[in-house]
C-alpha cells in the first residue's frame, strides 16, 4: 500500500455496489472507495463513527430525525450509535473510513468482505 | 461539527499556509484542511500515520529515498516514523487526517494550533 492511490482509477476496477475496496491504510483504519447506488438499509456502527466524502454524486444519509444531503467535495461524519441509512441518487462514488474489520452494514453476518484495489 | 462540511467553502475561510483547519472529527482524528505552498520542512511522526488526498495542485511528498508525486484526487499515508518533506508546486489544498493534538510539524514547540474552520 506504500504507494499513491489515484481515486477515480480505482473506481473503474470494479462496478459492485455497496462493495468499499481499500485504497490505502491509516493507523489500522482502512481508507475506501465504494459505488453506491439507491437506498442501503438502515444501521449502526456501535464502536466507531463513520466517515463519508462524496467524489461523485449526490448521497442523502438519512439519520432517524432528519436527512443530510451531500454533493460532491462535501463531508460528513455519522457519530458512533446513530442509526443512519445512505441513500444514493443514481450511481454515487464515496470515500470512507473505518477501523480495519468493521463491518460495513453493522452486522459481520451481512457485511461485504473487505477487498483491496 | 454535527453537520455536512463543503471543503471548498471550507478552504475559501482562510489564506494562511501550512495551518490546518478542522472539518470534521472521527474517531479522535482531526479531518483537516490545509493550504500548502513551497517547500515545508523535514519531519516525522513518531506515533502516527500521516494521510494526505490532494484537492488541487500538485504536491511532492519527498521521502529520503525517493519523491511520491501527488495530483488531485491522489491519496498517501506516510507511515509513522518516516521522515517527509511536503514540497507544493504553487497553491496546494489537502484534505488531511491526523489523532487531535498531533503536532503538525512533528514537534510541539513549532507546530501550529489546531483551529476549527
Known sequence: ????????????????????????????????????EGPY???????????????????DIELRDRTIRLNPGEVF???KGVEHRPVAHGEVHILLIEPTGTPNSGDKATAAPRIVA
Chains 1, 2 share one sequence.
Open 1 to 36: 500500500m506504500n504507494v499513491p492511490a489515484n481515486l477515480a482509477e480505482k473506481l473503474t476496477t470494479f462496478t459492485e455496489r455497496f462493495s468499499p475496496r481499500t485504497v490505502a491504510v491509516y493507523n489500522d483504519n482502512d481508507i475506501m472507495v465504494a459505488k453506491l
Open 41 to 59: 438499509h438502515w444501521h449502526k456502527h456501535d464502536d466507531t463513527d463513520d466517515f463519508f466524502l462524496v467524489l461523485r454524486g449526490t448521497l
Open 77 to 79: 461524519v455519522v457519530p
